[in-house]
């Protein structure tokens, strides 16, 4: 017979346990190594390239204290090999380089921005990813208003580089960190001191903010707030290549969430025809109109002379094609083989402004087919780890993670960057795939698997049960 007791079956309610300070602060260390990768241009601004060398140097060491003692799981069998080629490559250019200085200072940097990429993804579950990802954004979205208001404000003027006031206006705009149009209507800088990076920041902003909206985070009104913050800095920076790649993140968005709708086998087969299709018809329409779309966006048919750029890039690159004149990202401009070699409003150039063309110029067609291959492997995982949905057993109806959106839409991003720009191959740009390329092929599968797990497990949460 039934016998009443006093005693509940179930366990009485208790708050949730509490995550260790340690766990706290290494999280809170990634966002300052994201925050300090993204942002590597304005400390050179803030505090010089001596200054700005030391605190790269120093988040490396602190970084590689934090990797030895914490000992965090890593399949070294899948490492990301095609990126690790391609630095060796760059790496070994000394033997042959044309500017040992720049190319031992430039290697030593992607070292750092390599191993800080690795560092962060060998550390944190793709949860965890994503939301110090998105809150490096958040501090970069921050500053960069907050600094363009206090010029603005405090100031009333232009600002130099280390925060000097000019005494008279510079002979050329360029050469200001902040030409003070926060209120005039004209583009504004931010932090980067560009506008370009600056717009390219703020696409890559909106886009972590509206995957975690998408994955329902905590203080969901919050984050339309920050990504109105960061539409409104895109749209201030105006940057006519960032306008397109924001396009081609929607085009990728659309199929991507078109692909996911797919049930049957060779069904997929129709929309990459149709992607296909609509891909090379508006890259065609799009050069053969060239002249009337750059109008409408305020620039010139030839993208504001990175013709003449990539022309007498390429006739250089052209006398070593094979192994190129030595690795040099960026090329640094007080080096006598660049320093006048191109000049563009009284102002030594510091890149090709395309990215492919700057491999070809360091490391010839030998980089360019590592780089070409590095950004195959990244573009083929990271477009899978989207589209396909999460199994790892006889179950195929689990939900799809907003997640996994981040990899290929960042993707997206940094290969219309390359085209007129050589920012994909430093700072977050690099960091970006190095990052998202290690992360996918320890953990294919967003909460499942040995790394997300043990991670997991020594932050005392509960790892993703297999249903």
């Known amino acids: 017979m039934a016998v009443h007791t006093q005693h509940p079956v179930s366990a009485p309610p208790a708050a949730p346990p509490r995550e260790r300070t340690g766990v706290l602060l290494l999280r809170a260390w990634c966002v300052v190594v994201l925050f300090t990768t993204i942002t590597g241009t ?17 988040t490396a060491l602190v970084s590689a204290v934090i990797w030895l003692t914490t000992r965090p799981p890593v399949q070294w069998r899948r490492l990301p090999w095609f990126v690790l080629a391609y630095v060796t490559f760059a790496a070994a250019s000394l033997l042959w380089t044309a500017w040992p200085a720049t190319t031992l ?29 998105a809150s490096a954004c958040k501090w970069v979205v921050a500053l960069s208003l907050a600094f363009e208001l206090w010029v603005s404000v405090f100031i009333g003027g232009p600002l ?91 085009v990728v968005l659309t199929t ?7 049930r049957r086998p060779g ?8 992607y296909a299709a609509v891909a090379l018809g508006g890259l065609a329409a799009a050069w053969l109109l060239r002249d009337r779309v750059f109008s409408l966006l305020g620039r010139s048919s030839d993208l504001t002379g990175r013709e003449t750029i990539w022309a007498t890039v390429l006739a250089r690159a052209a006398e070593r094609p094979v192994a190129g004149w030595g690795f040099a990202t960026p090329w640094l401009p007080w080096d006598p083989a660049f320093d006048g070699w191109i000049v563009d409003h009284g102002e030594t150039v510091m890149q090709a402004h395309n990215m492919w ?47 996994t959106l981040l990899p290929t839409l960042t993707g997206a991003v940094l290969l ?6 050589s920012g994909p191959l430093l700072l977050w740009g690099w960091l970006a795939v190095v990052m998202f390329a290690f992360k996918i092929k320890q953990a294919p599968l967003v909460g499942v698997g040995p790394a997300e797990q043990t991670l997991a497990l020594e932050r005392g949460e509960l790892p993703q049960r297999a249903e």
Do not use: C, K
């Not at 750092?112 to 990813?129: N, S």
């Not at 010839?364 to 589209?387: C, E, I, K, N, P």
């Open 105 to 133: 200072l430039t290697v030593a940097l992607m070292l750092v921005t390599t191993f800080q990429g690795l560092f962060v993804a060998a550390t944190l579950t793709w949860q965890e990813l994503v939301r110090a990802v």
């Open 160 to 250: 130099l580089p280390r925060f000097i006031v000019p005494e008279r206006p510079a002979p050329d705009p360029i050469v200001y960190w902040s030409r003070d149009n926060l209120f005039d209507g004209g583009r504004i800088q931010g932090i980067f001191g560009n506008a370009n990076l600056l717009a390219y920041a703020a696409l890559f902003a909106l886009i972590v903010f509206a995957i975690r909206y998408a994955a329902r985070a905590p203080h969901r009104p919050l984050l339309l707030g920050w990504m109105a913050a960061a539409l409104y800095l895109f749209v201030r920076a105006g940057s006519a290549t960032a306008y397109v790649a924001a396009a081609l993140v929607l």
């Open 416 to 421: 219309v960057q390359g085209l007129a720009e």
């Open 357 to 403: 063309l700057d491999v070809y110029l360091q490391l010839g067609g030998v980089g360019v087919v590592l780089m070409a291959t590095t950004y195959l492997a990244f573009v083929w995982r990271s477009w899978f780890f989207a589209v396909d949905r999460p199994r790892w057993d006889l179950r195929a109806d689990r939900p799809y993670s907003p997640l």
């Open 267 to 274: 069904e997929r087969t129709r929309y990459y025809v149709v």
């Open 42 to 58: 304005a400390w050179v601004l803030a505090v010089g390239e001596v200054g700005a060398a030391l605190i790269g140097a120093g």
């Open 256 to 262: 991507v969430l078109l692909m996911r709708t797919t």
